[in-house]
């Protein structure tokens, strides 16, 4: 009987894949330029705005990841503006198909009970997500409790788990939001959210540290933010990053959720044109995602830390995004930043930057970390991009799910105590 689910549940994941857009022979370029070079710049800037236009996209700061089809004429452009490059990428697709293998061969975790720690050897859907939740929020219930962020536009549900301990009530103590997922093809972060949930529960009571921090601080947990654009990642284009909401007047679905937030809504770093993966949308709180996230931190007064975690680029970012300006309390989140940082490193040896928004990858108006910080006033939020540095982009082997998740976890404990002493 099990042969057969097993084989049922392969042939529904093969069913599923084979009908998902293929990114055969689409190579990503890591672009080298002077941000001196006026020409240089201003073809950054072109290629930045009209990625739909050329059949590209950029995966970060430096990369750009282009169809097989625009490679050469790309490539010319940037000659010509004396932009040099490397390849990161030979096939996207390559990476794809490595990562549809280990979903189907991977062990299957279990759910409806204890919460299995294999969910961690593979990437997981929604449902899954949701599952793993379940199983958390029944297994310590006097730990967890399921949360409801808000519906998406097609009307999924966006749950969160809340973890802690004692009896104090939780409105009295400092609260730490992670919302994971905002970006739908950034999977390692939907990944970690989880995973450092499953810590705090499962260590409670084992650990002196982790019990404290679980009884000092109300910790919430958002593992798919952005439902609707991680469920299409699924089913139809891994590298799918916006939201799934039609625009009004454009064939172009969706918005890129972290240029719709209400904070110096879509003056750098965003584009006006529903095409574009940077899309600001045709105003800010558009999008579901972002408006019932932000209406849940609003509402909980005691959160003063908030993580919007991403992939990829490994760097730690505070505000501001829209400015190289310093906020009022950068030095405090400054000393937080580089504290993290600093444990990353400590944990598996991996290097983080650290620093602004707008000075460790580029002018982004319109973010998440913005407005908690200056509209909600909130202490200290940041923007966090996971692993890796462009070896596999955004298709992570799923064998540093756990790797990623104990630095990230380590540098999570670090931000706890940071705020329970300040």
Not at 70 to 79: A, P
Not at 355 to 374: E, H, K, L, T
Request: charged letters at 20%; glycine letters at 6%.
């Amino acid at each position: 009987m099990m042969m057969v689910v097993v084989m049922a549940l392969l042939f529904s994941v093969s069913v599923v894949l084979s009908d998902m857009i293929r990114y055969d022979n689409h190579v990503v370029l890591r672009l080298s330029l002077d941000s001196s070079n006026t020409q240089q710049v201003d073809m950054y800037r072109h290629l930045r705005d009209n990625d739909f236009k050329y059949n590209c996209s950029f995966w970060s700061d430096s990369d750009i990841r282009v169809g097989p089809n625009n490679v050469q004429s790309i490539q010319n452009m940037l000659k010509d503006a004396g932009i040099t490059f490397n390849l990161m990428i030979e096939d996207v697709q390559a990476l794809i198909d490595l990562e549809r293998e280990h979903l189907t061969t991977a062990k299957q975790a279990t759910f409806g009970g204890v919460p299995d720690p294999d969910f961690f050897k593979a990437y997981h859907n929604y449902d899954d997500h949701n599952k793993f939740m379940d199983d958390v929020v029944a297994t310590y219930p006097s730990l967890a409790k399921s949360v409801t962020i808000g519906n998406t536009y097609e009307n999924r549900t966006i749950y969160g788990v809340t973890v802690t301990g004692s009896s104090s009530s939780a409105a009295d103590k400092p609260g730490i939001y992670y919302e994971c997922g905002i970006h739908a093809r950034e999977w390692i972060a939907h990944s970690t959210c989880a995973y450092m949930m499953y810590q705090l529960v499962s260590q409670y009571g084992k650990d002196s540290r982790i019990t404290n921090l679980v009884d000092k601080v109300e910790w919430t947990f958002v593992p798919v933010l952005n439902v609707d654009g991680y469920v299409f990642t699924w089913t139809k284009d891994r590298m799918w990053r916006k939201t799934r909401k039609p625009n009004k007047g454009s064939n172009c679905i969706g918005t890129d959720p972290n240029r719709n937030w209400d904070s110096h809504w879509c003056e750098q770093g965003a584009s006006k044109d529903p095409c574009s993966e940077s899309y600001c949308g045709s105003a800010a709180f558009t999008e579901n995602c972002v408006r019932e996230s932000a209406k849940y931190v609003e509402e909980h007064k005691n959160i003063v830390s908030f993580i919007d975690f991403h992939s990829y680029g490994q760097m730690w970012m505070r505000p501001y995004g829209y400015t190289k300006s310093e906020p009022k309390d950068y030095k405090s989140q400054d000393e937080m930043g580089k504290a993290a940082v600093a444990t990353i490193k400590q944990t598996h040896g991996m290097s983080y930057k650290e620093g602004s928004i707008y000075s460790v990858v580029y002018p982004a108006s319109g973010s998440s970390a913005d407005y908690i910080y200056d509209s909600l006033g909130r202490k200290w939020p940041f923007g966090v991009e996971l692993r890796d540095t462009g070896r596999h982009g955004f298709v992570l082997p799923a064998n540093q799910i756990v790797p990623t998740g104990e630095e990230i976890f380590a540098a999570a404990l670090g931000m706890g105590e940071y705020v329970l002493a300040h």
